[in-house]
């Protein structure tokens, strides 16, 4: 299954090729075979680490998140630490 290695086609995409090159089997015997041989997929999230304080955020203290006082709606403020 060189074609799921250039570009991750479906079994139906397969099926319509493979049939104009004369392939006479059913479409549910082609997906259980092309489920079987495609190449895994990987996570799609990068973990990032940092060391303390390398990215100029600052914790405050407990309860610094409050709603603001001005406003009707809900939203927020944050109080930060300069």
Same mark, same amino acid.
């Given at each position: 299954?060189?074609?799921?290695?250039?570009?991750?086609?479906?079994?139906?995409?397969?099926?319509?090729?493979?049939?104009?090159? %004369?392939?006479? =089997?059913?479409?549910s015997?082609?997906? $259980?075979?092309?489920?079987?041989?495609?190449?895994k997929? !990987?996570?799609?999230?990068?973990?990032?680490?940092?060391?303390?304080?390398?990215?100029?955020?600052?914790? %405050?203290?407990? =309860?610094?998140?409050?709603?603001?006082? $001005?406003?009707?709606?809900?939203?927020?403020?944050?109080? !930060?630490?300069?």
């Amino acid at each position: 299954m060189r074609m799921l290695e250039d570009h991750p086609y479906t079994a139906v995409q397969i099926l319509n090729r493979i049939k104009n090159e %004369g392939y006479v =089997g059913g479409y549910s015997i082609l997906k $259980d075979y092309v489920r079987k041989v495609r190449p895994k997929r !990987t996570k799609a999230f990068l973990k990032l680490n940092f060391a303390p304080g390398a990215t100029g955020a600052r914790a %405050g203290p407990s =309860g610094s998140a409050r709603p603001r006082a $001005d406003s009707a709606s809900s939203s927020w403020s944050c109080a !930060t630490a300069e």
